[in-house]
């Protein structure tokens, strides 16, 4: 059997609780009292009752000074258990701040569990970081509607690691700007504009698909590409890193000879390559539907009629110059190098491979757009 008062288990045919010191049965007839009655119902007797005058089973005491926080919680048993249980697992493991005893207060037994001051293991808070917006609009600002580039030190290892750091905190931005998905041609404009865009970036985009989706035109961060992302903020404005790549290092003698080289090169009609074939339009009448203004604009509008409409593969710049004089127009004197011009600065194409220039989905909608 029970105490009705306190619940506390008790042997069968007891009168009295030893718990709450309280009478549960009926002296003169044996019959069970009602909680909190004064009298036997069935015989009318007085019913012997604890008479300590406050007995309180369940007490909850806070306190909060300039000395700390305090907390005194008197329970049942029954009670005690429970809160322990909910309480203890936000208990910092490193101080001694639960105490638990069991104590005959005023007559009634109770569990008395004291909380003593919590204070931080360390007081000195770490300093919070600094915005990652606010440290984005430090590498990007805005012109005439135009993102530029303004914090150039990327920190960045190689040219495609500068590209790829580029290509995240460009993508974060966007993101912090609340532009989650931005166009493909968006994102390859910027990269092009920063004479990034060439093949071996193109490798790290599909290498890096875990850090950036790129679907349906449209280009998106990653969660994994969000922390990289972060992660390379941080290296930006740390001085402790220096730059082992910024645009601008290539050597200028080099590009110099290397532009003597191309210049000298001597480039040879393709004789198998047939422009005017019968079931399909002709280079010229292609042609005619557009207005080139310059090498760039032929290159765009060559390789596309090569790959998409006589799909072909391999092209190379003997490719282009048997366009140049199918059409009987004048063609750039270093077709090489007007052809790599086009794609760094355009990334209208992709000529990464010489032996295998390619249309990019930003001259396809150059092209096909007009």
Not at 214 to 220: A, E, H, M, Q, Y
């Amino acid at each position: 059997m029970n105490c009705p008062i306190c619940n506390q288990e008790l042997p069968e045919g007891a009168k009295f609780c030893h718990k709450c010191r309280n009478q549960i049965i009926c002296q003169e007839c044996g019959k069970a009292l009602l909680k909190d009655a004064s009298i036997c119902v069935f015989c009318g007797s007085e019913i012997h009752t604890n008479n300590h005058s406050e007995s309180i089973f369940n007490k909850v005491e806070f306190s909060e000074d300039a000395n700390g926080r305090r907390f005194k919680a008197v329970f049942t048993d029954t009670t005690a258990c429970n809160i322990v249980d909910v309480i203890s697992p936000f208990i910092p493991t490193n101080k001694k701040v639960l105490i638990s005893e069991h104590t005959e207060e005023n007559g009634n037994n109770t569990d008395i569990i004291a909380i003593d001051t919590l204070h931080a293991e360390n007081p000195e808070r770490e300093q919070p970081k600094q915005n990652t917006s606010s440290l984005l609009e430090k590498i990007f600002q805005i012109r005439d509607e135009q993102i530029l580039l303004h914090e150039k030190r990327l920190k960045a290892q190689s040219k495609v690691d500068y590209a790829g750091r580029l290509t995240l905190l460009f993508l974060l931005y966007k993101y912090n700007s609340g532009e989650k998905y931005i166009d493909r041609d968006i994102l390859n404009s910027f990269i092009s504009a920063q004479h990034l865009y060439d093949g071996n970036y193109r490798k790290w985009l599909s290498r890096n698909k875990a850090m950036v989706d790129i679907s349906n035109g449209k280009c998106s961060l990653c969660q994994a590409g969000i922390e990289k992302a972060e992660e390379y903020l941080s290296e930006v404005f740390d001085d402790n890193l220096t730059c082992k790549w910024t645009p601008g290092k290539s050597s200028s003698i080099s590009n110099s000879n290397t532009n003597k080289a191309n210049s000298k090169r001597v480039y040879n009609i393709v004789k198998d390559l047939n422009l005017s074939p019968k079931d399909k339009v002709s280079l010229k009448n292609f042609i005619a539907k557009y207005n080139p203004s310059n090498g760039m604009d032929y290159n765009v509008y060559f390789i596309y009629y090569m790959q998409k409409i006589l799909l072909l593969e391999n092209i190379t710049p003997d490719h282009i110059y048997s366009c140049y004089k199918d059409l009987g127009v004048k063609f750039p004197t270093n077709i090489y190098q007007n052809i790599a011009d086009t794609s760094k600065r355009k990334a209208w194409i992709d000529s990464s491979d010489m032996n295998n220039i390619t249309i990019t989905t930003v001259g396809e909608n150059k092209v096909e757009q007009y």
